[in-house]
């Protein structure tokens, strides 16, 4: 096979592979704030119930800790989806 046909397919399945993490990125995103929005729903019932309790506290916690870990996924997927359109844009460059 030409050298240049193998690195094209080298970097195709490079490029695939961050196109599934991206998509497991973004997937994980959606979980976060799913269950963000869970706990948001399940805090309002408990702040009725018995206001100011240790159990109100270690929710808005979680909640805060996973809404951060939501917006770090959605970073690093825009960060890799980005490098994927310059490594596209290269590619095309090289082997176009």
């Known amino acids: ?55 109100v506290a270690a929710l808005e916690a979680e909640i805060a800790t996973r809404a951060q870990l939501a917006k770090k996924f959605e970073a690093l997927d825009e960060a890799i989806t980005k490098a994927l359109d310059d490594r596209a844009a290269l590619d095309k460059g090289k082997f176009g």
């Open 1 to 55: 096979m030409d050298p240049k046909q193998q690195a094209a397919m080298f970097y195709n399945s490079l490029a695939a592979a961050d196109a599934f993490a991206c998509k497991l990125l973004a997937q994980g995103a959606r979980m976060q704030r799913g269950r963000v929005a869970s706990l948001e729903s399940r805090l309002e019932v408990l702040k009725k119930i018995e206001p100011g309790g240790a159990e």
